[in-house]
């Protein structure tokens, strides 16, 4: 679930919102404080690149494997009951559709 909607906000973020805009944008923060970081536009390709490429993949890797390799919770050598699971599952889901409904 956590991966999910890191997924969903790193999408946001760099392809959405735009990644060479948000790119301007911390520019422009960068630049108005006292101590500037000069070299925001020598860097600055690198983190489009992780923006809109780099960890849309790398999370989108991660939850597939999450779901593929996916093992039912259990205590010690006791394994909860499977609507339990089915619970847990659609509150899940509750926040991951609250997300795209609002």
């Keep these: 679930n956590v991966l999910l909607f890191a997924l969903i906000e790193v999408v946001s973020l760099g392809w959405l919102y735009g ?3 948000f790119a301007t944008d911390m520019g422009v923060m960068l630049k108005k404080r006292t101590f500037s ?3 925001w536009d ?3 390709w690198w983190w489009i690149a992780c923006w809109t490429v780099i960890t849309p993949l790398t999370l989108l890797v991660l939850l597939i494997f999450n779901w593929v390799f996916f093992e ?4 010690e050598f006791h394994q909860f ?3 339990a699971r ?3 599952n659609l509150m899940s ?3 991951v559709l609250a997300m795209f409904l609002s």
């Design 72 to 75: 039912p919770l259990s205590y």
């Design 37 to 39: 970081f000069q070299n």
């Design 86 to 88: 089915v619970y847990g």
């Design 81 to 83: 009951p499977y609507l």
């Design 42 to 44: 020598a860097i600055k």
């Design 19 to 21: 990644a060479r805009r």
């Design 93 to 95: 889901a509750a926040t």
